[in-house]
């Protein structure tokens, strides 16, 4: 049997976010007792982390994280026959290597497999690894929320997520990271349409940049007899490289909301559910979307009250009028429909009130998102946030 693989690779972006999938995966949540304190801002020179943010992502070296997840995707599947049916030379070299004019073929396997592209500059990982764990202290300290972290650390090869997706030793780890791929592989088998006889296997391999700056997943698990269950990750993404660096500094302080706003999140999707007839899956889906929304509109409110005094503490260097043009470039994709009402809502009920409100009852938020008035236009910046300071050369 020959065996050859051959390479193609795809570019997307996304925004970051939280995926909701209705997929089987078992995991452990423990939450731990607080960590460290914060680093002087003599550690943080944001000149320095905002060139190195800018600087050009890198796509290599790749390292496999996690177990690869058996699965057609028909997009990419159909992608990949389109692609062996306009190589005619590959077909060629694989008819005379089976001395047949006629071939038959067979998908033998589908996959996808999560790759991260490390950070092997140590100079920013040191540096993005003591923001993040500043940010993070910080926003605990005025939230009141617990530590739900084991570590915030960088990655570096296999061992890390091995450690980290087994969740035995409790808590999330915040594994830190330069860039992040799917890789959708494709095993097809080709043999003489008459007689069988020898075979040619080819592998197919689509690389996909996911663009998520940060990510932490739970997955539903939809039972018998209304029996909905949620299981969560142990480890959350936070990548340092973006188009806008932003994104990077928000992510370890929007991922940190997120999970502290999960739980009341499942509760309310289960509720929803129980409340009716078993719905099929389509409209699983869609409720899982709309409640992904509401918590994207809290989490949003949150960032936009924390963001401008955690870059008076360590980031002083940028223009907080940066915050809403951030924000405000994410109201192009649905599931953020509603930040412009979150951010409204969370700064006129305050931090602590409003994340009390959302644990104990979220459906009274979501209530409040639907009460809101309809306006293109977002929230207009506090004058206290209005800073004539220019940005720093990349």
Not at 50 to 56: D, G
Not at 158 to 179: F, P
Request: charged content about 25%; glycine content about 4%; hydrophobic content about 40%.
């Amino acid at each position: 049997m020959y065996w050859q693989t051959f390479k193609r690779q795809k570019r997307m972006r996304r925004y970051p976010g939280w995926p909701l999938v209705i997929l089987i995966m078992a995991a452990i949540l423990i939450v731990p007792p607080a960590g460290a304190g914060n680093p002087p801002k003599s550690q943080l020179d944001s000149s320095l982390l905002f060139a190195f943010i800018q600087k050009e992502d890198r796509q290599s070296p790749l390292v496999a994280f996690g177990q690869a997840d058996s699965g057609i995707d028909e997009v990419l599947s159909r992608e990949n026959r389109t692609f062996l049916g306009r190589n005619p030379a590959l077909l060629e070299r694989i008819r005379t290597q089976l001395a047949s004019e006629t071939l038959q073929w067979q998908l033998e396997e589908a996959s996808t497999r999560r790759m991260i592209v490390p950070e092997h500059r140590p100079a920013y990982a040191a540096l993005f690894e003591n923001y993040c764990q500043a940010a993070v202290d910080y926003v605990l300290q005025k939230t009141r929320l617990p530590n739900p972290y084991r570590s915030i650390a960088t990655f570096e090869d296999e061992d890390g997520w091995r450690e980290a997706a087994t969740g035995e030793k409790g808590g999330i780890t915040a594994l830190l990271v330069h860039n992040i791929a799917d890789v959708y592989t494709e095993a097809y088998v080709f043999s003489d349409a008459a007689d069988g006889g020898p075979k040619v296997r080819i592998k197919l391999s689509n690389r996909s940049f996911t663009g998520e700056v940060g990510s932490y997943s739970s997955w539903l698990i939809v039972g018998e007899d209304k029996q909905y269950e949620f299981v969560r990750n142990p480890y959350t993404l936070w990548r340092n490289s973006a188009d806008d660096p932003l994104n990077v500094l928000i992510a370890p302080i929007e991922e940190t909301l997120h999970i502290a706003l999960r739980q009341a999140t499942e509760e309310a999707i289960k509720q929803r559910l129980v409340s009716q007839p078993p719905p099929p899956p389509n409209m699983v889906e869609r409720i899982v979307e709309e409640w992904l929304a509401v918590e994207e509109a809290a989490v949003g409110g949150l960032v936009r009250q924390l963001m401008p005094e955690i870059m008076d503490r360590f980031l002083a260097a940028w223009p907080r009028r940066d915050i809403d043009a951030t924000l405000a470039a994410r109201r192009q994709f649905d599931k953020y429909r509603y930040i412009d009402a979150g951010i409204r809502i969370v700064e006129t009920l305050g931090l602590e009130t409003f994340i009390n409100l959302y644990q104990q009852d979220p459906q009274a938020f979501r209530a409040m998102l639907d009460a809101a008035p309809i306006d293109d236009a977002p929230p207009s910046p506090k004058a206290s946030d209005q800073r004539p300071v220019a940005k720093p050369a990349a």
